[in-house]
């Protein structure tokens, strides 16, 4: 099993920047990719960003050059973070960090809105 805990979302004006955060604890040692999705009111879930254990790393378009994942491991937890600058409104949406490990584990989502 592996737990996933997010922080960071909140309000913010368009071009500013926020920061989340997700701590994995539990079976960490099984987990081979960490990653954000996010999904806005109407729309489906889509991946923002992904970071393999190996440190290949995936964006989609809309994000590339604003957004940064990166990932921090311990023996007893991994986090990854999603560094967003350069915020538009069309970015609002809940995110959700996301694991693959044996199994598959979604945090609980968190709120990104962007508005003037």
């Known amino acids: 099993q592996v737990q996933l805990v997010e922080s960071g979302g909140g309000s913010v004006q368009p071009g500013g920047s926020l920061r989340l955060s997700c701590v994995a604890s539990g079976r960490v040692f099984t987990i081979y990719a960490m990653g954000w999705y996010r999904q806005a009111p109407g729309k489906e879930r889509e991946l923002v960003a992904r970071?393999?254990?190996?440190?290949?790393?995936?964006?989609e378009d809309s994000v590339k050059g604003r957004f940064t994942i990166s990932r921090d491991n311990t023996k007893t937890t991994s986090t990854v973070y999603l560094q967003m600058n350069s915020l538009k409104p069309e970015d609002t949406a809940v995110y959700y960090c996301h694991s693959n490990a044996i199994d598959e584990y979604w945090g609980q989502g968190t709120q990104v809105t962007v508005s003037s």
């Open positions: 970071i393999t254990s190996d440190g290949r790393i995936t964006y």
